[in-house]
């Protein structure tokens, strides 16, 4: 076991926690967004009786993960366990900040950020935070639907209480933070750059690697082809490129060859020689 590696994935969780701590604390709850799942839950029983968040998260997240752990037992790590006790503990530190955003539409975004970062920081440590996951989980394994329409069906619950305790309108809103959230984990999931993939399509393979090549310093990779219409032998060309480079190759290959078919793609979690690694002999 690596043991770097390990405490590198309990500090994405606890600081995950913290995270969505900070956004449930600072945003969700003072503007009353159920945005689903036990935090949704928690904000319901809070506006109703005055319940404090934390203690409820934990009085759900406890019984179930063990509930859980009895019936899906390999599907289950310390790390899930740690994420579904750090969680209401960051939440019962942050209650205590002197700061609150209370308007509905700042609070639906900046708190699905922030949940969503916090959430996303969990996933990349192996980790979970439980809850109705973990029940979802188990509608799965008894009834055969898939996980994310389970998901969806707990969610819309608590979605549907909110509305009836609260009102549409913040029942909306809660519906654009998690839709931020999710995004926000993606972002972190994939850890998104200003990066893209350049794909071309060209009969004039020594020209265009060369511009890669010499002008632009990236490697390629190259994969032959035969035109759908043409029938004719031609070269596809994959290469990484930073924002600005593909703007600057962009504009080398209009100049110098027009006749080639280029597109650019958004590309995300990049491994390799000159992005995650030394960019020393790179070319293919």
Not at 103 to 116: A, F, K, Q, R, V
Not at 151 to 176: R, S
Not at 213 to 219: S, Y
Request: charged share 15%; net charge positive; hydrophobic share 45%.
């Amino acid at each position: 076991m690596d043991i770097r590696k390990e405490l590198r994935f309990y500090s994405l969780i606890i600081f995950g926690t913290f995270f969505v701590g900070l956004g449930f604390n600072i945003f969700l709850l003072p503007a009353l967004l159920a945005a689903g799942g036990v935090s949704g839950i928690s904000t319901i029983l809070y506006s109703l009786y005055g319940w404090n968040p934390a203690v409820v998260q934990w009085s759900i997240n406890i019984p179930v993960f063990f509930l859980g752990y009895y019936f899906l037992g390999r599907d289950f790590s310390v790390k899930t366990f740690v994420g579904t006790t750090f969680l209401p503990l960051s939440v019962w530190i942050t209650s205590y900040l002197p700061f609150t955003v209370k308007d509905p539409l700042l609070s639906s975004i900046y708190g699905g950020i922030l949940c969503g970062i916090g959430l996303g920081l969990v996933f990349r440590g192996k980790g979970s935070t439980g809850g109705t996951t973990i029940i979802g989980q188990l509608i799965k394994k008894y009834t055969g639907l898939s996980s994310g329409f389970a998901q969806l069906i707990i969610d819309g619950c608590v979605v549907i209480v909110a509305i009836i305790i609260f009102d549409l309108e913040l029942a909306l809103y809660a519906m654009i933070s998690t839709f931020i959230a999710s995004k926000s984990i993606d972002f972190i999931q994939l850890r998104s750059s200003a990066t893209k993939l350049v794909l071309i399509i060209t009969e004039n393979e020594q020209q265009v690697t060369s511009l890669i090549r010499n002008e632009v310093n990236r490697g390629f990779t190259k994969v032959w082809s035969e035109g759908g219409f043409s029938n004719r032998k031609k070269v596809l060309l994959l290469s990484v490129v930073e924002q600005s480079e593909a703007v600057y190759l962009k504009g080398l290959i209009q100049s110098h060859d027009i006749d080639s078919f280029v597109i650019f793609l958004n590309a995300s979690d990049i491994i390799g020689k000159g992005f995650s690694l030394p960019r020393d002999c790179e070319n293919k």
